[in-house]
Every structure is written in structure tokens, then in C-alpha cells.
């Protein structure tokens, strides 16, 4: 029987994501904390629906801002690791990495009770540290990967990348990837940004038109995949303005019409195991 799994993810960045990038002005700052205003009309819509969803929350979220990370904790949704601070691990030391690792770690089980199973990486820039440190520390999955959209794989480590040489592709783990996608991100799309390099990221899309393109990747896996995991990513202080937010109501009734299963990314990483372990014994 066809089974479509939707994950619904939010990267509760807050203003960590700004201060990484240098960006600690009273307007910019502003800006992360506008998610305040956002989180429980977010945790009500999803409770609306009765939908259980994921949020990758940074260390730094937790410990600065914690009456707004406790209503979703409450509410039953997975609180999963995404760093300490929003600092890319491909730009740190393998310490600095692990120091993240543990230090999101601990805020996550003082507001939680426990340890978070799955891990994004800021901006989804991995280090060649990363995997090794994340199995190390007991993450059982990563969504940091592009290399799928239906269907989830296990992640490799050490991957040599040559400019004049073939790829040389590395062993395969035990670290579960659950694999994202720019094109079904709400911040390139939607967050205008003018950093301080310069360059400008436009955003401001339409969201009616963002729309159509979030529910087509859905009816394409539908159409392609008897079994299949799509992971959309949103963030708080984006998604949270009122036509997006309506926008983020008709997508889940859109999805919900096409017969999704929405699970959290941990409840979707057994489901994925368990799938797999049941079409491996059938062709026994």
C-alpha cells in the first residue's frame, strides 16, 4: 500500500543565525526575535491539525530564549540538535565541532529531559568531522544531505574530492541521512537579507507561487515513490508573517488532500528502518 511520509521541520534559529554573521545591530537583531511573536501561533496551527513536527534548535536558541523553545517541547514536537551557535562546522576546528556537539547537547537536555537524536547543520555545510563526531555523541540521524529527495540513505565518511581526480567515494555509516533541499526551504525564498559582505539575498516571493512549487514535489513523489519521505524546512521568524503563514495552512491542507503522513523526523527515520528491514526479509 503507498505510504507518503511529510516532515514538517523548523529551524529555530532565533538571533543566533545573525550574530554568526556579524549582524548584532538593534534592527537585525530584532529581526530573530520576531520567532517570539511566532511560536505558538505556529504550535497552535500544527496542534489544529494534530500534527506533530520537528525543530532544529540551536544551544544558543535555548539558553538565551527558553519561554520560547518550552511551548513546542510541551506540545509533544521533537526538539532536535542544530549546533550551539549558527557558526558553519566546515569553518571550525574538529574541537571547536565537538565542543558545539555537546554544548547544543546539554541545553537541549535541560529544557527537554534528553538528548536529541537528530542533527541539521547550520546553513547544512558539514564538516569532514562531522559524521564521525555525530555517531560519536549518539545522533541517529542527520538533515544536512542533498543526495535524494524521496528516499533516505546512509551517510559516507571520508569522501576524498580532488579537483584533477575522480571522486573516491567513502565507506557508508550507521547515521541515517534524511536528505533536504534548498527548493523546499521558506528562507531563500522568502527572507530579504542585506549582508555584510555586501551582496544582497532578495527573497520576497510570491508565496502563492512557492506554494504550488512545495505541493508539486509532493504530488511528484506521490507519482514516482510508493514509499517516500519529503522534508520541507521553515523558519520561525520567516514563515511567521501572516501570508506565509497562510500560505504554511494551505500547503497542510493541500497535503493532507493528497494523503500525507505527517510524522516528525525521528518517528520517519524508524518508519524509513523499519521499511527497509521488512523489503529485506521479503526477498529473502
Known amino acids: 500500500m503507498p505510504r507518503h511520509i511529510v516532515c514538517l521541520t523548523f529551524d529555530h534559529d532565533h538571533v543566533s543565525g545573525l550574530i554568526a554573521r556579524g549582524m548584532t545591530s538593534p534592527t537585525a537583531i530584532s529581526r530573530g526575535e520576531y520567532d517570539i511573536v511566532v511560536i505558538p501561533r505556529l504550535v497552535a496551527l500544527l496542534q489544529r491539525y494534530g500534527i506533530k513536527a520537528t525543530f532544529f534548535t540551536p544551544g544558543h536558541t535555548i539558553d538565551s530564549t527558553p519561554a520560547a523553545v518550552t511551548p513546542y517541547v510541551e506540545a509533544g514536537h521533537e526538539l532536535a540538535h542544530h549546533g550551539w551557535t549558527h557558526r558553519l562546522p566546515v569553518n571550525l576546528t574538529r574541537d571547536e565541532e565537538e565542543e558545539e556537539i555537546v554544548r547544543g547537547n546539554e541545553s537541549i537536555q535541560r529544557i527537554s529531559g534528553r538528548k536529541a537524536r537528530g542533527y541539521r547543520s547550520p546553513a547544512w555545510d558539514l564538516s569532514p568531522h562531522s559524521i564521525d563526531l555525530l555517531l560519536k555523541h549518539g545522533i541517529q540521524y542527520d538533515s544536512s544531505l542533498m543526495g535524494n529527495d524521496y528516499d533516505c540513505y546512509f551517510a559516507r565518511q571520508g569522501d576524498v574530492a580532488e579537483l584533477m581526480k ?11 541521512e534524511m536528505p533536504i533541499s534548498w527548493s523546499l526551504d521558506d528562507f531563500p525564498v522568502f527572507e530579504y537579507m542585506r549582508l555584510p559582505n555586501g551582496s544582497v539575498q532578495q527573497g520576497l516571493m510570491n508565496a502563492t507561487g512557492v506554494l504550488e512549487n512545495f505541493v508539486d514535489d509532493f504530488t511528484y513523489m506521490t507519482r514516482v515513490c510508493d514509499y517516500g519521505i519529503l522534508t520541507y524546512t521553515f523558519h ?49
Open 236 to 284: 520561525p521568524h520567516v514563515i511567521g508573517r501572516g501570508h506565509r503563514m497562510m500560505m504554511l495552512e494551505r500547503l497542510i491542507q493541500r497535503l493532507i488532500e493528497g494523503g500525507a503522513v505527517f510524522m516528525t523526523m525521528e518517528a520517519a527515520m524508524q518508519d524509513w528502518l523499519a521499511q527497509r528491514r521488512g523489503t529485506a526479509k521479503a526477498a529473502e
Open 166 to 176: 575522480p571522486l573516491v567515494r567513502g565507506r557508508e555509516t550507521a547515521l541515517v
